[in-house]
């Protein structure tokens, strides 16, 4: 099979931010996942870059258009491939070849007798680069600028795109995934239920010069729009070359929702004037939002993504992109919800499950797995079953444009090893010879899962997904989601190795909401109500000891929290508690209590809490669990 996929051609007024960045991301992501599968892919981006919007940032900063368009567009072109972007060509609408194909399919349309000379007035928007009627304005502004549109009056060029009304709208009814998710082929079809007017599809060169020549007539150069879609053609070498023909039948085209239209409309009826298949699917996605507007230059309110890549890593940056938006939905994007996904997601679940699966392996295994196992694992039909569902519904996913529903798959099953840890123990497994045998295979499962997992992941985290495959003694360039080629890679008995966390917790000091939430989370009134059923090897993860607390004090401008030194056998520890509202912190100076000690660090108002103390709690009132008898700091809690 073959795959196309492209992102938006970028305007060079603007440096890439974030909302390119997804957009871009998620097309690289698409096709990693098609070649993961065996199929031949192709991925195109570039950046556009005519029309008045760049001749006026070009006049801006004093220089010459190709000036500013050459150093804005290598800034693209070098800052991909530092997020993980590997595209297969790079256009730029300036080159020669994108030139000669615009000529020649103006040509083809022309001779269609599609094109007429006619005059024009109406509202023009420079930043959105198109005209705008009355209806499509909100309160007379531009819908996306919020600027007044000019009305401009000139003699120009129009494309028949009229003619094509009935083709449009029978062709997006005929294929409902034309235009997905569907909420934008609706917001088409509403569009299309009125009169399409003609496209005009040139300016003036007295008024514009920095643009495509229309080819029959030198007076004018080609509107930006009509040169720019072009571009999806131009990069496969249209009309000639093996790359058109393998690929142009199932091009997808990846936008955001400002540029719906082009891509809907525009586009299509282009291709079908000058007689070319249309595209396979155009997606569509919603934007990353700050404080609810959209992410962009005008408004000032752009995220930088080198920022967000060196603290936390072009990885996971990427997980987070995909991950949190809903594609077809607006996502408000905020620095707490990096750092709250960072450290759930992939420091805890995933993280987490790779360092005790392959510590336990060291420890109780030596660090490679039984081939008999591997081999008695892949009869288990209740687990093939599962894998192989898994990676169906995950391939549905991707093939539908819907990546962050493939990545929460892959992390149900992230849960349902962590789970497997719980509920088997190894520890406890680990203990008689008689359970050896099924301590080999709860490991190979966890093992043979997070293969599956570094597989699974490679699409959107190809650094840390190549790394995982590393440490498991397997070739990342063999990478595949098949069981059985998996299973055949591990046979090969390589020693495991650990290896520092995948995922280091990203610690920061907290917003103070984030830590309002923390300490509300920490106050017993709000503990969440037991849960049905504990099995004794759950129960025991839970490492309980006696404390003694050695120094109290309330935390500064926490009414809840006391922070509370601990000594444990030698060890001593801070624990911050909810706790202030019952108890003075000078009545718990020398008090033995029982804590969980194995609790995973949180931060609260600025402090690192190492654990829990245990507490009776009643009606508004709060009692310590404290030893019958003086045990020792420190005694192990059964
Ligand atoms: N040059 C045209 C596209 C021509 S394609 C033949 C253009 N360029 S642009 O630089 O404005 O890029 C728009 C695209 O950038 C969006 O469609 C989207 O892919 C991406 N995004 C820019 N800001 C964005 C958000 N705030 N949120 C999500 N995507 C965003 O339009």
Redesign the pocket.
Same mark, same amino acid.
């Given at each position: 099979m073959t795959y196309y996929i492209t /992102? $938006? *051609? @970028? !305007? #060079?007024? %603007?440096k890439p &931010?974030? +909302? &390119?960045a !997804? /957009? /871009?991301i998620v097309c690289d992501t698409l096709t990693r996942f098609h070649r993961l599968v065996g199929d031949e892919s192709y991925f195109l981006t570039g /950046?556009?870059e005519h029309g008045d919007k760049i001749a006026l940032a070009a006049a801006k900063e004093g220089v010459r258009p190709q000036d500013y368009v050459d150093y804005v567009s290598s800034h693209f072109k070098v800052t991909w491939p530092k997020f993980g972007i590997r595209y297969d060509d790079f256009i730029r609408t300036t080159e020669q070849r994108h030139k000669d194909t615009v000529s020649r399919f103006l040509d083809l349309v022309n001779r269609k007798g599609d094109i007429y000379f006619g005059e024009y007035g109406g509202l023009y928007c420079v930043g959105c680069?198109r005209f705008y009627t009355e209806r499509e304005l909100v309160g007379g502004l531009c819908p996306d600028h919020k600027t007044k549109p000019a009305y401009i009056a000139e003699q120009n060029y129009f494309f028949r795109m009229g003619n094509y009304q009935d083709w449009l709208i029978d062709l997006i009814r005929s294929d409902p995934s034309f235009i997905r998710p569907e909420r934008y082929r609706n917001e088409v079809l509403s569009f299309l239920s009125e009169p399409l007017e003609d496209l005009c599809i040139s300016r003036p060169k007295s008024r514009l010069e920095w643009g495509i020549d229309i080819p029959f007539d030198r007076h004018y150069v080609t509107y #930006?729009?009509f040169d720019?879609?072009i571009? @999806?053609i131009t990069g496969l070498g249209w009309p000639e070359g093996g790359l058109y023909h393998r690929f142009w039948p199932v091009a997808e085209h990846? #936008? %955001?929702?400002? *540029?719906l239209k $082009?891509?809907a409309i525009f586009?299509p009826t282009m291709l079908k004037s000058a007689g070319l298949p249309v595209y396979r699917h155009l997606n569509v996605? +919603? !934007?990353?939002?700050m404080d609810e507007a959209?992410?962009?230059k005008s408004v000032g309110n #752009?995220v930088d993504i080198f920022t967000l890549r060196d603290e936390f890593g072009t990885d996971a940056l990427r997980y987070f992109l995909l991950r949190e938006m809903t594609f077809g939905l607006?996502s408000e994007f905020s620095y707490q919800r990096v750092l709250e996904r960072y450290n759930s997601d992939l420091a805890n679940d995933f993280g987490n499950l790779w360092q005790r699966s392959v510590t336990m392996l060291d420890k109780y295994l030596g660090g490679t797995l039984p081939p008999a196992a591997l081999a008695e694992l892949s009869q288990d039909s209740d687990w093939e079953r599962l894998l192989r569902e898994l990676v169906d519904g995950y391939s549905d996913d991707f093939r539908n444009m819907r990546p962050s529903e493939a990545l929460r798959k892959a992390w149900d099953f992230v849960g349902h090893l962590n789970k497997l840890i719980v509920t088997e123990a190894p520890w406890v497994l680990a203990r008689s010879v008689e359970t050896l045998p099924r301590l080999e295979r709860v490991m190979t499962m966890l093992v043979k899962g997070l293969a599956l997992l570094g597989a699974l992941v490679s699409p959107v985290m190809p650094g840390k997904s190549a790394e995982l495959w590393r440490r498991l003694g397997l070739d990342p360039d063999t990478m595949s989601l098949d069981s059985g080629a998996i299973s055949e890679a591990l046979s090969h008995g390589r020693r495991i190795s650990v290896g520092e966390a995948l995922f280091a917790r990203a610690e920061r000091e907290e917003s103070p909401k984030k830590a309002a939430r923390a300490q509300a989370a920490a106050a017993p009134e709000e503990s969440p109500a037991p849960s049905a059923e504990l099995s004794i090897s759950e129960f025991k993860r839970a490492d309980l000891r006696t404390a003694l607390i050695t120094a109290a004090e309330p935390l500064p401008k926490s009414q809840k929290l006391l922070k509370l030194t601990v000594t444990m056998g030698g060890e001593e520890r801070v624990i911050v508690a909810g706790i202030q509202k019952y108890f003075e912190a000078s009545e718990l100076v020398g008090k033995t209590v029982v804590v969980v000690a194995n609790l995973a660090p949180v931060k609260l108002m600025g402090v690192k809490s190492q654990g829990m103390v245990l507490c009776a709690s009643g009606n508004d009132t709060l009692a310590l669990l404290v030893p019958s008898r003086e045990m020792p700091p420190g005694s192990p809690v059964t």
């Open positions: /992102t $938006p *051609i @970028y !305007y #060079v007024n %603007a &931010h974030l +909302g &390119h !997804y /957009t /871009t /950046t556009d680069e #930006v729009w720019a879609l571009n @999806y990846c #936008v %955001a929702k400002d *540029i $082009p891509h586009w996605h +919603g !934007y990353w939002q959209k992410m962009s #752009v607006d």
